[in-house]
């Protein structure tokens, strides 16, 4: 860290004190001049860089720095006075390093010199936590008067190491109030400590080189899922090593002063993961006087709310957002009652939460269900059934103080005389085209029913229904039409499906519609009757309703003589046989 001549010929450190990173394993930044697109910048510096303009590195952007302090308890910066202050004096936040060298002395020891040596740590909003430098052995393989440094892991197994990683930890906590951030790179943690998972209450301080410019750090060592800051070259654009800070400004100065983590806010944050988790690192304290006697505490990836009727809970990203544009806990949601989960259809996740859940997917984005809408949602397999995820909110004001909600499916609807029913597909198209709820049909009743004959379907609404077949597609019927094609059998009887919608206007104020096997017409004297074949054919030679005919005023009997059938009309009789066919008689 910070030495940066020496890291980039890859030569040897010449001595105690002197210690520089190894290339074994890490590439060298493409550019001197790339920098991720991210965070706030800074560097990090040790003796290796002697004269260090500080206002120029501020007005290139490095809003931080690190300084090494201290190596083994053998070697102290003589130029870590001067750099601290000059980091500071132009107004960065700032911090200091150890370099370990942990087969000299115990972890305590060593945390103990580092302490004495300018390692401390106050709460000022400007003094970075101090950071435990821990990577490969720079003087493995070599003797320095009469102690030998041992193998690039030190000769110490990966027991031993995490061992004394916790001893200095925990005296660091002990002699500052703060554990330690670790600053590491992958490779040799995995190489020398077999990839220890219990360090993720630790700040990770990653190094990673990309061979081209790019705004990954690349893989992470188990102990994290997150990194708060990012050493990403050693050849600038700053003095020393570049890095960057996984956050705003606002955060860095957040992370500086130390804010704690406790209670059961504190015990959810442990279980997803602590700092090394989605979470991060805290960016507030812990703030109450919430709805309902709770509190929160904001981090860095999210937010954890607690109330006593709910126990405390993490919320961040889309599902987040989308819970904070309803109101938080003051909206209809209330607060969370689990944490995010994952692994539903698509890559989805979800949230549940006091009065409903939010459901998120790659290709819909974060959106709430509750009440009726999602009760009538989950009946039809949530996600995973015919609508898939929702893709807006439940949105109301409707006639009769009704709501909806759209999904990639389809819709659910909602009043308080009909409860929740979904539309898809041609009915949903149907339905729409008539004026949905606003229309003649009003609310659905009932969601779509299929198994009807030749593949149909069917969906009850207030003021009628919607019949589907694959060959005819979606049409409504209601009103005494309606009744009548009911009373020959729906779309089992001689007229099948409509064809058509109702279309009025016709003589006397009547109306028709067709079916695949005739038509029914209506008028407020004769009521509704169906004509078809071949005495339809005869009423339609006339005029039919315009006709001397007039309308129907009986459906077509039949069983007369000689198989003969027989339909009354307002002006006449037309009966046929298949002798004869069909023959028109007047009044």
């Not at 009440?371 to 995820?389: M, Q, S, T, V």
């Not at 049909?441 to 030749?454: A, D, F, K, Q, T």
Request: net charge positive.
């Amino acid at each position: 860290m910070g030495q940066r001549s020496a890291r980039v010929t890859g030569t040897a450190a010449a001595g105690p004190g002197t210690a520089s990173k190894s290339l074994t394993t890490e590439a060298l930044a493409a550019a001197a001049t790339w920098q991720p697109s991210f965070g706030v910048q800074g560097l990090d510096v040790s003796g290796h860089q002697p004269s260090v303009d500080w206002q120029q590195q501020w007005n290139m952007g490095a809003r931080f720095a690190y300084v090494k302090a201290t190596e083994g308890n053998y070697y102290s910066s003589e130029t870590f006075s001067s750099q601290y202050q000059g980091a500071r004096s132009v107004g960065m936040v700032r911090g200091a390093y150890h370099f370990a060298i942990p087969n000299w002395s115990s972890g305590a020891d060593q945390a103990r010199y580092f302490v004495r040596n300018g390692g401390g740590w106050s709460a000022d909003g400007y003094t970075m936590p101090p950071v435990l430098d821990i990577e490969f052995n720079p003087y493995a393989g070599r003797t320095i008067s009469g102690f030998y440094f041992g193998n690039t892991c030190y000769d110490m197994s990966a027991a031993q190491l995490t061992s004394w990683l916790r001893d200095f930890g925990n005296t660091m906590r002990s002699l500052t109030g703060r554990l330690p951030v670790i600053y590491t790179n992958t490779s040799w943690w995995r190489q020398c400590t077999a990839d220890a998972t219990a360090f993720a209450d630790y700040p990770l301080w990653v190094a990673a080189y990309p061979s081209s410019p790019s705004d990954y750090a690349g893989s992470l060592p188990s102990s994290w899922s997150n990194y708060s800051i990012w050493q990403y070259s050693s050849m600038g654009a700053f003095a020393g090593d570049s890095n960057v800070w996984n956050g705003d400004y606002a955060g860095l100065r957040r992370f500086a002063s130390g804010y704690g983590v406790k209670g059961a806010i504190g015990s959810a944050w442990a279980a997803l993961g602590g700092g090394g988790g989605k979470l991060g690192y805290p960016t507030s304290n812990e703030m109450c006087g919430l709805t309902g006697g709770g509190c929160y505490q904001r981090f860095q990836g999210g937010t954890i709310h607690w109330s006593p009727g709910t126990g405390a809970h993490a919320t961040w990203g889309g599902i987040r957002a989308a819970w904070g544009s309803l109101g938080y806990e003051k909206s209809k949601l209330g607060y969370p009652v689990s944490n995010e989960i994952c692994g539903l259809t698509g890559g989805g996740c979800y949230q549940r939460f006091q009065g409903g859940t939010i459901h998120w997917s790659p290709g819909t984005g974060a959106h709430a269900t509750w009440g009726g809408i999602r009760g009538a949602w989950g009946a039809l397999g949530y996600e995973k059934g015919k609508l898939g995820y929702p893709v807006s909110n439940e949105v109301c004001g409707l006639t009769g103080g009704g709501c909806y909600q759209r999904f990639q499916g389809g819709t659910i609807h909602y009043s308080p005389t009909t409860g929740a029913h979904a539309t898809w597909g041609g009915i949903r198209g149907a339905w729409g085209a008539l004026g949905y709820e606003k229309g003649k049909l009003g609310y659905p009743v009932s969601n779509e029913i299929c198994g009807l004959v030749n593949g149909g379907c069917y969906q009850g609404f207030q003021g009628g229904t919607i019949h589907y077949s694959p060959t005819t597609g979606a049409h409504a019927t209601w009103g005494a039409i309606r009744t009548a094609w009911g009373a020959l059998g729906y779309e089992k009887s001689k007229l099948g499906y409509p064809v058509g919608n109702e279309i009025c206007g016709l003589v006397n104020g009547g109306c028709y519609q067709r079916f695949q096997g005739g038509t029914i017409h209506l008028s407020p004297t004769t009521g509704a009757h169906a004509t078809w074949g071949a005495i339809r054919t005869a009423w339609g030679a006339l005029g039919y309703e315009r006709g001397k005919l007039g309308y129907p005023v009986s459906g077509e009997s039949c069983g007369l003589a000689n198989g003969g059938c027989i339909q009354n009309f307002q002006g006449g009789t037309i009966s046929w046989t298949a002798a004869l066919g069909a023959k028109v008689s007047f009044s």
